[in-house]
């Protein structure tokens, strides 16, 4: 980890996916991040995942990539007991954040009105489908959800195939980043004027917010966007190849690119084709500027010709699986993952993934695994302030 946030108390009272990714983020940044789980299975991540070995014994794989680096303790906010034991951490905490419904804490008394009673200060991130106004706001939200709602799903596939889900959760991913990064930001003006803020962060507005160039073509330029498969609309050739082995991305985007892409498939006088001499004309004539490209890449390996490109200064990429990438010695001299090993909640190693930054040089990993569910009751509330301490034990 690194020491960016050292000293900053984090409370996490998220579940499954967009709340952990975005603690998990300040986690890596050193803050002190206490997971606070319901008693009744805590976190529903800890039962989801490949292993039903692992979800039985909650600690699901879904839990595992994302709560590394966490304390965790266990409250029944439904409780009195449980509610005046939480006003104790939020005393002693410099952010908060949740993914309920809207309204879900208000109605436990725990809303952010009362919570600024307790810590004037406190940053206060919420974390919902469609935010804490409007007339979706009380609408479940998962992640297929927003990306059906948001147009994501509309523009992915080609024209046969759309539309079609992301292979990822990547509306959930997007509000986890989105928030992360509202919360640092409020906690520097936190320790500059000693204020605190409420921060409404809206998947389906964060997946908005990153379908920037789509939306502006709309917006704009006045073009729907439409599916498009593996190619790029603002250029060609790009998008995915067939080679004599395997699939390779390339994005000849420029026009010295395209140039050095001809020369290099053996097809210079491409370069000088009426069909595909400028951008536009490379546009519209894409089709069989690629099968000509195609034929050409047939007489070697995608590996082979990434790296013959690339060394000429043409973006070029193999088509990978996740195993593969995660082999890639880019990856591994990256430290991208860190290995935990004699876990006692679980029967073998566990790799997880690190965020997507360094800081000084330094890979930003984890010290320490994902917690068992409330393993961290005694430490925590033994650490808390002389003040708090004497309430939280009554």
């Known amino acids: ?74 409250l029944d906010l439904k409780q009195e007991a449980g509610r005046e034991r939480f006003l104790d951490l939020v005393a002693s905490a410099d952010a908060l954040v949740e993914n309920f419904r809207p309204g879900v804490m208000d109605r436990l008394g725990l809303g952010f009105a009362r919570l600024k009673e307790v810590r004037p200060s406190l940053v206060y991130c919420a974390i919902s489908g469609f935010g804490q106004t409007g007339p979706m706001r009380d609408n479940p939200a998962y992640d297929q959800i927003i990306q059906g709602l948001s147009g994501i799903m509309s523009i992915t596939g080609t024209p046969e195939t759309a539309p079609l889900r992301v292979g990822y ?114 546009k519209r004539n894409r089709i069989a500027l690629k099968a000509l490209i195609e034929d ?39 430290e991208m993952t860190t290995r935990f090993d004699g876990m006692p909640s679980i029967d073998r190693p566990l790799t997880v993934v690190r965020g997507g930054f360094m800081v000084d040089g330094a890979a930003p990993l984890p010290t320490k695994p994902p917690p068992a569910l409330g393993e961290h009751m005694d430490e925590v509330f033994a650490g808390l302030p002389p003040r708090v301490k004497k309430r939280a034990q009554g």
Do not use: H
Request: net charge negative.
């Open 1 to 74: 980890m690194t020491d960016l946030l050292s000293g900053i108390r984090v409370l996490d009272l998220t579940n499954v996916l967009a709340g952990p990714y975005c603690a998990y983020q300040l986690a890596l940044l050193g803050g002190d991040v206490i997971k606070v789980e319901a008693p009744q299975g805590g976190d529903l991540a800890r039962q989801l995942g490949g292993s039903p070995e692992l979800n039985s014994a909650g600690m699901g794989a879904s839990f595992l990539a994302q709560n590394a680096g966490k304390r965790s303790v266990v």
């Open 169 to 282: 959760p990547v509306a959930d991913t997007l509000g986890g980043l989105v928030g992360a990064f509202a919360i640092a930001a409020a906690l520097v003006k936190q320790k500059t004027t000693g204020e605190g803020a409420f921060l409404d962060v809206s998947m389906l507005e964060c997946t908005l917010s990153a379908l920037g160039w789509p939306v502006s073509n709309y917006l704009t330029a006045d073009v729907e966007p439409q599916p498009m498969g593996n190619e790029n609309m603002t250029a060609a050739p790009s998008g995915t190849f067939r080679t004599g082995d395997g699939l390779l991305n390339i994005a000849a985007n420029k026009q010295e690119q395209f140039v050095a892409l001809c020369r290099l498939v053996g097809l210079p006088e491409l370069a000088s084709d009426p069909r595909f001499a400028e951008r536009e004309t490379r």
């Open 296 to 334: 050409a890449l047939a007489n070697s390996s995608a590996a082979a010709w990434e790296e013959t490109l690339n060394r000429a200064g043409v973006p070029a990429g193999r088509v990978l699986t996740i195993p593969q990438v995660l082999a890639e010695q880019q990856v591994i001299e990256r």
